[in-house]
C-alpha cells in the first residue's frame, strides 16, 4: 500500500461480470482497478471517479466523494454494489442483578 493511501470508513464490495466478488478497503485499490483492469469501455463516470481518486489520494476532496465516485462507475459498467451485513458483535451474557448485588 503507497503512503499516500486514504482508506474508506466503510468498504465498497463489488460483483463483477464474471459473478465474482471484490472488496475494495482504500482508494488505491479501486484506482488500480479503474485505471489497469476496468472490464468495459471507460463511461463518463469512469472518468470522473479516476478523477476524484486521484483528487482524495492527493488530499484535495473527501474519502467519501472517491467512494461514491467509485460506486457510481461500477453501476454504470453492470457491476453493482454486494451490501455485506455489519459484523455483529458478540456480547458476553448479562450478569444477575443479584449476582452484582453479592459482589
Excluded at 474508506?8 to 475494495?24: A, H, Y
Amino acid at each position: 500500500m503507497p503512503l499516500n493511501d486514504v482508506p474508506w470508513t466503510r468498504p465498497v464490495t463489488v460483483r463483477l461480470q464474471c459473478g465474482l466478488e471484490r472488496t475494495f478497503t482504500v482508494i488505491y485499490d479501486a484506482l488500480d482497478f479503474l485505471e489497469n483492469e476496468w472490464p468495459l469501455r471507460h463511461g463518463e463516470r469512469h472518468d470522473r471517479a479516476v478523477k476524484t481518486c486521484r483528487r482524495a489520494l492527493n488530499g484535495i476532496v473527501p474519502a467519501i466523494m472517491a467512494r461514491e465516485a467509485f460506486m457510481a462507475a461500477c453501476l454504470e459498467a453492470g457491476m453493482p454494489a454486494v451490501m455485506v451485513p455489519p459484523k455483529t458483535i458478540t456480547q458476553a451474557a448479562p450478569i444477575r442483578a443479584a449476582r452484582i448485588a453479592s459482589m
